[in-house]
């Protein structure tokens, strides 16, 4: 009986899935900011989904993001103040910070016309749902705030993917994505994976199940290529 219990116990191990390896992501944010409860939010809710979280205030330097591999902006930063160096770092970055857009080469340089943030609103309209970053969600209207509020926007360049417009704005992309390799605006490669969602500074806590979905899947899909 014992040698037939180990038998069975043996082939379970045999047949069990390797262990995943936790995954670190670098969370910029503005440390001393009014928003910072927010931020935390986020950070809980990315170790909730197995991820190490790491903290950086705004004025990190690039290259202590060399060992991790995700990369989050948060629009809490100053864009000013943040060092440059970001942009040709080889790991995936997502961040919701419009304003940092055309640094990172994900847009044009123009204020209100190539990026900006569009003021009490609460749908998108997917517009590429089969793409994983649409979180299985259907073509059309989907409501992701639980009430309305600010939300970031960019106009991506021509190898950017888009997922989701501002709700009856379609030239204002809310989710795009560039894959790595792809050309990003000033014809800069993007080095990995590159995402800009459409929240703003204190949206995270007003995110809709549906808005949370949609952040997942994006964080997912931005990891998920790897350096």
């Known amino acids: 009986m014992t040698r037939l219990l180990a038998i069975v116990l043996t082939l379970m191990l045999a047949g069990a899935a390797p262990a995943r390896s936790p995954r670190t992501a670098l969370l910029v944010i503005q440390e001393k900011g009014p928003s910072r409860d927010i931020d935390m939010k986020v950070r809980d809710h990315l170790a909730e989904r197995g991820f190490t979280v790491r903290i950086a205030d705004q004025d990190a330097e690039p290259a202590t993001a060399k060992d991790v591999d995700l990369v989050i902006i948060s629009s809490t930063i100053s864009s000013k103040d943040v060092k440059p160096g970001w942009r040709t770092l080889p790991v995936p970055l997502l961040t919701w910070e419009n304003d940092i857009l055309d640094d990172l080469a994900m847009t044009g340089k123009r204020h209100d016309a190539d990026f900006g943030e569009a003021e009490k609103e609460r749908y998108l309209w997917i517009v590429n ?75 995270f806590a007003n995110l809709s199940p549906a808005g949370l979905k949609l952040f997942d899947a994006a964080i997912d899909w931005t990891v998920g290529g790897g350096r």
Do not use: C, H
């Open 129 to 203: 749902a089969p793409q994983p970053m649409a979180a299985g969600l259907p073509a059309g209207v989907v409501n992701v705030y639980g009430k309305q509020a600010a939300m970031s926007w960019g106009r991506p360049g021509l190898g950017a993917t888009t997922i989701a417009t501002i709700y009856g704005q379609p030239e204002k992309a809310a989710i795009f994505g560039y894959e790595k390799g792809a050309t990003m605006d000033y014809e800069a490669i993007a080095p990995a994976r590159r995402v800009m969602m459409f929240l703003n500074n204190d949206s």
